[in-house]
């Protein structure tokens, strides 16, 4: 069979995407069950290489991969040949001539996992590269809005904070919009991408204006080392502007969400008692974050689908 | 399994030859399957019923409704989806119909398994697999509306609505209203 990737949500397509939340609910019941595991992957080996420090990424797929009975490895770069200066090509053809059937790769370097992708037999996930794409953290995000206020059509999402060096932010805007829903991206002009040319998104350097309008505000993680690189003031500065504050939170929409692809850093992009209001959905991305890792771990190595495009396997 | 073959796994048109059953007919054999079903058990306690995705889960509903009327007491009915449980997984492409629900306990329970069609007795097999995960039945029973032959495992339905001879290339659709044996044409 032809390997199969998921290095990039516009691979996937509004079909594909779609298809991959749908299969997702089997799986949201399969982890509600007394015995959360299915045999749908046994003999299948899936690996996850994470070359950059991740808890909830790695946790995540090893869940996911666990309750589809495949077999896990964990490579972490730490101890490993990597940190004796072997080459990316090298450790992944040296996993690959192991016989696993499915690499999820974390790396610092937008295009590592696609460059992976071309070395090995094995179907290649992206479990984020550099600026570039974490396409499944915008599946489970999708899932997550689905799943609340239903389909995404028509909705307006504000993506809010560090847009420039996010690839959450990247994967986001393209699955959301490719969804159908409204995205505005609210930043600083420092924290904004130099350019928005070929993004179907408006932008703003004004929350307050953004809020009350928003069906969804999507918190993105400020890294602190930005305040260093003298993209910012300082901290306080951006709590006040762009932090989600209790007053702010109080200005939103009664069913709005509030989402944030963690980790938190309470009290900076988001106030303590803001991510634990009932609006919050935070803990609910963790959850569905495996469901959804799950559709996507059987889509591309138990369904029989050359892809994840969503076309039809009797049409292949 | 009629419908899910029907549509899988080449894609293609179903042709019907014959209809084996139409809706009286279909009405008869769910109400005496409903009296064999009471009258096994020695009534509806401790009995659930679960219909096998997709054909077997409007049959189950009906026999539950069946079962109110000859007994007067509620069968609950719950639904499963056997593809993550399939022995062909990789073989051919497997895909969940539908988000599985049993909203109930089934250990120490009498489960009576629902499907339209058996044929290979696999995806039996796939769902008391499946079953185990959800607890621990004191009985499973199987009840199909046509049993066509070519059992690849060594499985039995403990009610049937027809015996049906059939070739292996043909294919049964189990509808509501009546049950068709003809052929699926490629292409």
């Known amino acids: 069979m032809t390997a199969t990737h998921l290095l990039s949500v516009a691979d996937l397509g509004a079909d594909g995407i779609t298809e991959v939340l749908d299969v997702s609910d089997s799986f949201v019941e399969v982890s509600e069950r007394p015995i959360p595991k299915v045999p749908a992957l046994r003999g299948k080996t899936v690996v996850s290489l994470f070359y950059e420090d991740s808890t909830r990424t790695r946790l995540s797929f090893e869940t996911a991969a666990r309750r589809l009975s495949a077999d896990v490895m964990n ?6 040949s990597a940190a004796k200066g072997e080459s990316l090509r090298d450790t992944v053809q040296t996993i690959d001539a192991m016989g696993v059937d499915a690499i999820v790769v974390r790396h610092s370097s937008a295009g590592a996992p696609r460059q992976v992708a071309a070395w090995v037999g094995a179907s290649v996930i992206n479990g984020g ?4 794409e974490h396409p499944t953290q915008a ?26 060096h996010s690839r959450v932010a990247r994967s986001n805007v393209l699955a959301f919009t490719m969804l159908g829903a409204e995205v505005t991206l609210v930043a600083p002009p420092t924290l904004m991408p130099p350019s928005l040319d070929g993004w179907p998104v408006a932008a703003s350097h004004d929350l307050d204006d953004v809020l009350p309008k928003a069906d969804v505000v999507y918190v993105l993680r400020l890294q602190k080392e930005r305040q260093s690189e003298a993209l910012l003031p300082s901290l306080r500065e951006y709590t006040q502007t762009y932090g989600l504050t209790r007053d702010r939170a109080g200005r939103l929409a009664d069913d709005a969400l509030v989402m944030h692809p963690g980790p938190m850093n309470r009290g900076v992009e988001i106030a303590a008692e803001v991510a634990d209001l009932p609006c919050s959905v935070v803990t609910r991305q963790v959850a569905n974050g495996v469901a959804v890792r799950m ?3 059987f889509l591309l190595l138990g369904s029989g689908r050359q892809g994840l495009d969503g076309a039809d396997p009797a049409d292949a | 399994m009629g419908l899910r073959e029907r549509a899988a796994p080449a894609g293609g048109v179903f042709h019907a030859h014959a209809q084996v059953m139409d809706a009286e007919d279909l009405r008869r054999a769910v109400t005496r399957i409903a009296h064999e079903v009471v009258e096994r058990n020695h009534g509806l306690r401790g009995v659930v019923l679960v219909g096998l995705q997709t054909g077997g889960v409007p049959l189950a509903r009906r026999l539950a409704e069946a079962l109110a009327d000859v007994e007067g007491a509620e069968a609950p009915v719950g639904s ?5 449980y399939r022995d062909d997984i990789g073989l051919r492409p497997v895909m969940p119909e539908a988000v599985t629900s049993i909203p109930f306990d089934l250990t120490g329970k009498v489960v009576v398994l629902v499907d339209d069609v058996l044929f290979t007795g696999r995806t039996v097999r796939a769902a008391l ?6 607890g621990r039945p004191r009985a499973v029973q199987l009840a199909v509306m046509v049993d066509r032959g070519h059992r690849e495992l060594p499985i039995r339905p403990d009610y049937v609505g027809k015996n049906l001879p059939t070739r292996r290339d043909e294919v ?3 509808r509501a209203d009546g049950v068709d044996v003809g052929e699926v044409r490629r292409g």
């Open chain 1, 75 to 80: 490579f972490a770069v730490r101890g490993s």
């Open chain 1, 139 to 164: 599946l489970l995000d999708c899932y997550t809005i689905r799943k609340a206020r239903g389909p995404l059509d028509g909705m307006r999402i504000a993506i809010l904070g560090d847009i420039k």
């Open chain 1, 295 to 297: 559709a996507v771990l």
């Open chain 2, 172 to 174: 049964v659709d189990v």
């Open chain 2, 80 to 84: 499963l989806d056997v593809a993550f």
């Open chain 2, 129 to 134: 697999d499946a079953l185990n995960d959800y």
């Open chain 1, 129 to 132: 590269d550099g600026w570039h």
